[in-house]
């Protein structure tokens, strides 16, 4: 099911989300000339996959409320027609 893509993607969110505050602490210690071009350049490149799982987060929360919306109307319907 889509729960363990969900897992996957929260554990690389985090990873990649610590990484980014490592790259920002490098910068602010006075990274300077090429190197701080680099880290910045690796900076960017890891933000844009943060947010590439951030989207892909919202679209398994999206299907798994679609899911759930399925069940619940299931449940409802056969306690209706046991009425």
């Known amino acids: 099911?889509?729960?363990d893509k969900f897992k996957i993607c929260i554990d690389q969110a985090i990873l990649i989300s610590e990484q980014i505050h490592s790259?920002?602490?490098r910068i602010e210690q006075g990274w300077e000339g090429r190197s701080?071009?680099?880290l910045k350049e690796v900076l960017?490149?890891?933000?844009?996959q943060l947010f590439d799982l951030?989207?892909?987060?919202?679209t398994l929360m999206n299907s798994v409320e679609c899911v759930i919306d399925e069940i619940a109307y299931e449940e409802m319907q056969a306690l209706l027609n046991q009425y």
């Open 36 to 38: 701080a071009v680099a």
């Open 54 to 58: 951030i989207s892909d987060l919202r």
């Open 1 to 3: 099911m889509d729960i």
């Open 44 to 48: 960017a490149r890891q933000r844009n």
């Open 23 to 25: 790259l920002e602490d």
